[in-house]
């Protein structure tokens, strides 16, 4: 299977700091990388799509000036939370897009979980 | 609203049962079909993708497709309790890379 990496695992950070997390594609290239939000008993929640070269797409509601995305290879993607408050605290995974011959496939990241006091 | 609807659960299996998993979708224009275990605490893992209707066959892992009723299952044989954890249907629309999730099912396994 494909492999795509995370760091870091998890961090800690004071309230109004940034953070940044790295999204690596291990064994492929990924034109096409996604960043989910997950709040504990709850679902998937997408937050953007980062297309390599190009700005993301973020989807409704999420704050694209608190939320940067950048994509600058074919294997790396960052999210940067900027002032982070406690209200972020949540796991943030990531996600390349491997593409195959029959249909292009979500390879997911371990997730880092975020804690912002 | 692109809907995908999946029994929240538990599901509660003995091991060495049959787990059956079940998902329905809005969209017909869905393209391609996938089945994410999550356990507790940790990210989504693929199982197993499906296009065509009919079933697909990789190891204790069946999945099933039927466009016309828009339906798709996982069946999972000589469940295990590893295999406890959080099933998610995705489905994909033709043309988009976005996946749309449901809200997964709870599996468990008892011994």
Known sequence: ?117 | QKEVEQNSGPLSVPEGAIASLNCTYSDRGSQSFFWYRQYSGKSPELIMFIYSNGDKEDGRFTAQLNKASQYVSLLIRDSQPSDSATYLCAVNRMGYSTLTFGKGTMLLVSP
């Open chain 1, 1 to 117: 299977g494909a492999v795509v990496s995370q760091h870091p695992s998890w961090v800690i950070c004071k309230s109004g700091t940034s953070v940044k997390i790295e999204c690596r594609s291990l064994d492929f290239q990924a034109t096409t990388m996604f960043w989910y939000r997950q709040f504990p008993k709850q679902s998937l929640m997408l937050m953007a799509t980062s297309n390599e070269g190009s700005k993301a797409t973020y989807e409704q509601g999420v704050e694209k000036d608190k939320f940067l995305i950048n994509h600058a290879s074919l294997t790396l993607s960052t999210l940067t939370v900027t002032s982070a408050h406690p209200e972020d605290s949540s796991f943030y995974i990531c996600s390349a897009l491997r593409q195959g011959a029959s249909t292009d496939t979500q390879y997911f990241g371990p997730g880092t979980r975020l804690t912002v006091l």
